[in-house]
């Protein structure tokens, strides 16, 4: 089964992670969620929902333990005036890839606002390409939930972006 599922869902998933924190932390990502996949294989019910949404689930949380851990690494080094030469934290991250296109500017400020839930659905959806049912089941949400908030979330940024 795994042979399969790293086969199908290794490049997207990795693909997906590096545009959120760079090349080198999503090869160790895309290892660490096989690995946790592996672990968790007996927990894993397929009439719960796709490998997909399971997945990038799996992902997901551990690209938020990422950003925590190195969150606090950066206020460290800050409170101790130290230079770790390490890198942006996720959210300065993504932020500086959207602001890099002019034209998406004021969608970065957007995105920066958003809750840590609210701006996973809209990457899992826009960057990694998830359906909605997908990426609900990556974030343990309702779909109907999930879809309203997508919509609510995209009605925000067109907003954004035309203002």
């Given at each position: 089964m795994f042979a399969e599922l790293f086969d199908e869902h290794a490049l997207p998933l990795h693909r997906y992670l590096a545009r959120r924190v760079g090349v080198d932390v999503a090869d160790d990502l895309v290892s660490e969620t096989f690995l946790a996949a592996m672990r968790a294989e007996e927990n894993y019910d397929r009439e719960k929902g796709s490998a997909?949404?399971?997945?990038?689930?799996?992902?997901?949380?551990?690209?938020?333990?990422h950003a925590k851990r190195e969150a606090r690494l950066l206020r460290t080094a800050e409170r101790y005036g130290v230079d770790l030469g390490v890198a942006e934290s996720l959210e300065?991250?993504?932020?500086?890839?959207?602001?890099?296109?002019?034209?998406?500017?004021?969608?970065?400020?957007?995105?920066?606002?958003?809750s840590e839930a609210d701006r996973d659905l809209v990457l899992l959806v826009s960057l990694?390409?998830?359906?909605?049912?997908?990426?609900?089941?990556?974030?343990?949400?309702?779909?109907?939930?999930?879809r309203s908030r997508l919509h609510r979330l995209r009605a925000k940024l067109k907003e954004v972006e035309h203002a």
């Open positions: 997909v949404g399971w997945l990038y689930g799996i992902a997901t949380n551990l690209l938020r333990g300065h991250s993504v932020v500086a890839r959207i602001d890099a296109r002019s034209h998406l500017r004021r969608i970065a400020g957007a995105l920066a606002k958003m990694a390409g998830l359906s909605v049912q997908d990426a609900a089941e990556a974030l343990r949400l309702n779909p109907g939930t999930a």
